[in-house]
């Protein structure tokens, strides 16, 4: 294989398809990039297995061929290469030869040909959405999926199709997570379930163009993403997911109207008092027209007065402060509204139009 | 003690004297901030017995007192509060009452007579510096310390003050750092080694202007660097420094005139072969116009050519690639001059006003 493009276009594709490289294995296949020259096509292709990605890189092909680069190398190498045009000649041996300006590098690589491929989709059943809505949903949910969870419901994202509404659905049986995102067309319904690593990587792709499409296609176990110039595959995650909708109830007793800034920095100051992995709460106490922030650690206390609209019982509720900060970055909404039942039951914050609904379980507390 | 002033002007202290609080003690004394509100003065010292730092803050004092409060938490508290006056209110059992705004944060602090107090010093010896040239100084030497060495001389610098010559050197085995600023007085002989930390602290801490000074007092163990508000103490290294200058020497067989960045580009880009931790060897290759760089590790090889002006004899020699591109990286020459000779011989890069020299010792290396 030879082939000729420019620094940038190599190094934009090489960082797209970097995202399906698994960081910890030994210097196997797997930690490579394949880069295939056929049909007048350079493509790169990472695959770990859960995730693959290929894309495209515009270029000139002299020879056609293929081989797998060790990811890591090649992305610091073509990185530190200079502004200009490279070329990649293979040897019979995989030897690739790096040429740039007065720069030669010799790199040791694999046959492509052990690389394994991106599983094929039928790319019969697909809907239609713009970089932007997908880029922005995935930001406004994936943060209610835990970490670390032997249950993988917990560590994925519900994608429900009807009519012509995307809803995202994303939880940790401690708060929910729920989007609305309207779709350009009409689609038969569905239902997914797909890895909250899948959606974190390809967020990371988009480019949150409002003016470009992303074709996302579903397969039994399989969705791909088709942009631009670059296709992620993934697995999706097999079973049922959870009865989400009877726990978003309309209920309330109070309904306090705040904004979200003032929130946000008098709850972000309060966990100035937490040590690193202490676990306190952030008590609300909701009076007529204001809300009275607390927290009282080991290290001293915190108290802050926030002017609201409230309407319904008064309140002294307690909230685990990251949980409630989490859900506040992402409301656009200069004011929000928060509805609540009792210091037991979950607080809800969702607007008139309930195009996002947050579900957030309170925390026992001590009251003085 | 009740003391009212901006946030910024706090926070700006506070990030001051923080440099001299240790980053790893159990919660006691040291890892606090004493605040001091005196003779209508408030000042911020930490000390950690070899480091310490004060500086003064403008605000209003209501009541005089003192307090030590924890310099994490004070210093992410005054980050985090509105942009706006900020009242200390200390009481008789130093719970700190922290107010900005709607915010009331109590913290829990410690008598701060129980506080160490900076050390002393006569101000009979000093020189005056601008902080320019200081801050200057420091960075173009400080990369050839040693970070874990048990000899304090490789951790330390020298300043040897001659007339109105400052010298400052830096060493540790296999590299030397040699700078000479000039002074705008005259001043008696004296020399002094200073921990490496501290001209790491101060160098933060200076702005780089070059209209303010920096009054360095001098006594038996210890040296005073008096900036515009803030005062740093620091103990000497004591002992006899290293006979460096006749390390120093002008012979050479080889003279290379060459442009620095291409040199650096070239040399980091060959450490793109070298894998974390490994230690292999750059080779350059001097023949009469060009130097040819060569690198080859286990995952490939580079090879670079760059172009040179050479007099005396052609030369094969090799380096580890940090050592290099650390000394480049501080030099703002665009063409800088190396004199070597041989392959077992240090290379000197100094300039004709030789107000810089450094010396970086060659490694052994198989030639092909």
Redesign the interface.
Known sequence: MKIICSKNNLLNGVNIVSKAVPAKTSMSILQCILIKAEKGKITLTANDGELGIETVVEGTIEREGNVAL?AK?LS??VR???ENTVTLDVEENF??HITCE???????GKDGDDFTALPKISKTDSILISEFSLRDVIRQTIFCLSENNSNHMMNSELFEISNDTLKVVALDGYRIAYRKVALKNTYPDNKVIIPGKTLNEISRILTGDVNKDVVIYFEKNLVLFELENTTIVSRLVEGQYFNYEQMLNNDYETKIKVRNKDLY??I??GT??LREGENKPIVFDVSDEKIDLSIKTI????????SCEKSGKDIAIAFRPKFFLDVLKVLEEEEINMYMINAKSPCIIRNDEDTYVYFILPVNFIKE
Chains 1, 2 share one sequence.
């Open positions: 060790d190398f610091d190498i530190k290469l200079p030897v690739t007065n720069s030669f590098i010799n790199l040791i920095e008098g972000d100051r100035l008092m290290v001293g206390e915190m108290k802050e007065n926030i």
